[in-house]
């Protein structure tokens, strides 16, 4: 079976940089959940919903941010290696939770909707400090 493996993840201080990285991983082909497919990436805080952090498409020419990571991280995809990237920069304290990589089932969308992707991986966690 194929599964989102999320890494990349840690503790760094306000203003510091992460890379978070996401691969498919199994014994079967990857492509039944990664080709094709906008990738995401949510958070979630303790006592939050999980949010919506960052979309690209399948060819990579598109992306989608929420407002409050503009500017900041940049996500990214290497198909050929199976994996989505997350760069994060200026990191705030605020952006402390766990981050999850998805794919989405939708065509033509966003990829802001949560409720669009029904493959998830484990999550990993980012904390920074103030």
């Not at 201080?13 to 199994?26: E, F, M, N, T, V």
């Not at 082909?29 to 999980?50: C, D, H, L, N, V």
């Not at 989405?104 to 999550?123: E, H, I």
């Amino acid at each position: 079976q194929v599964q989102l493996v999320e890494s990349g993840g840690g503790l760094v201080q306000a203003g510091g940089s992460l890379r978070l990285s996401c691969a498919a991983s199994g014994r079967t082909s990857s492509w039944s959940i990664m080709g094709g497919r906008t990738m995401g990436w949510f958070r979630q805080a303790p006592g939050k919903e999980r949010e919506f952090v960052a979309a690209i498409s399948w060819s990579g020419s598109s992306t989608h941010y929420a407002d409050s990571v503009k500017g900041r991280f940049t996500i990214s995809r290497d198909n050929a290696k199976d994996t989505v990237y997350l760069q994060m920069n200026s990191l705030r304290p605020e952006d402390t939770a766990v981050y999850y990589c998805a794919s989405s089932r939708a065509a033509g969308t966003n990829g802001a909707l949560k409720y669009d992707y029904d493959y998830w991986g484990q999550g990993t966690q980012v904390t920074v400090s103030s």
